[in-house]
């Protein structure tokens, strides 16, 4: 398998950082998608990270390690409307579909 | 432009019985994807088309399930003798062309369809 591993769940405060992680096998490894999916809709897309480094969009950010299989989302001044799950997805090399994490569940609380 | 769009919303069905699910991509999206997600798990993939291309079948779980995509547009996804572990929300995405990274070529989901087997 592609072995996608995420937390199930995090807690943060309204106004915090929160970092969600997700590892994945480097073998095959061809770039990273991350989703925003909020309860009972559709995931929508966050950012894509190719090469090493960090690709800032706002409050959020994304960041990836090839050689270490190794990515994170960043949320900086947390609201109340991020609560939602957040989907790790990589992207193989080759004629491949997406293989999707089985998401990070983020609450949100005052 | 209109995202993309998805029919039934909800559907209920007894047990054998067969259902069609239906998805309208972004108009000139020629990639096209079907999920599912059950309840706590992630999405699993089940088929996707990438222009007149033969599609990529490898995440159909049994053959009772088959998707057709007509005039490289709308999609219909059958499954046919429904079972209770069919339950399941039924996510369709497109994305301009298939396996493309970057910005403008990800996927677009749908609000899916709600399968119940009752």
């Known amino acids: 398998g592609q072995n996608i591993d995420q937390p199930t769940e995090m807690t943060a405060t309204e106004g915090a950082i929160v970092q969600i992680n997700c590892t994945y096998q480097t073998s095959g490894f061809n770039g990273l998608f991350w989703y925003q999916q909020h309860a009972g809709e559709a995931p929508t897309f966050l950012s894509y990270?190719?090469?090493?480094g960090l690709e800032e969009k706002g409050r959020f950010s994304s960041f990836l390690s090839r050689s270490k299989g190794y990515s994170y989302l960043l949320l900086k001044e947390l609201q109340m409307k991020d609560s939602a799950s957040y989907l790790c997805?990589?992207?193989?090399?080759?004629?491949?579909?997406?293989?999707f994490g089985k998401g990070t569940r983020l609450s949100v609380i005052a | 432009g209109a995202g993309v769009s998805q029919s039934p919303s909800n559907k209920v069905t007894e047990k054998g019985k067969d259902v069609e699910l239906r998805c309208d991509p972004i108009?000139?999206?020629?990639?096209l994807y079907w999920y599912r997600q059950s309840l706590g798990q992630g999405l699993e993939f089940l088929i996707y088309f990438q222009g007149n291309s033969a599609p990529d079948k490898s995440g159909l779980p049994s053959d009772r399930f088959s998707a057709e995509r007509t005039g490289g547009s709308v999609s219909t996804l059958t499954i046919q003798r429904t079972q209770q572990e069919d339950s399941a929300v039924y996510l369709c995405a497109s994305s301009l062309r298939h396996l493309a990274g970057g910005v403008g070529y990800e996927q677009y989901f749908g609000p899916g369809t709600r399968l119940t087997v009752t």
């Open positions: 997805a990589r992207l193989n090399s080759g004629n491949t579909p997406l293989v």
């Open positions: 990270n190719v090469l090493d």
């Open positions: 108009s000139g999206h020629t990639a």
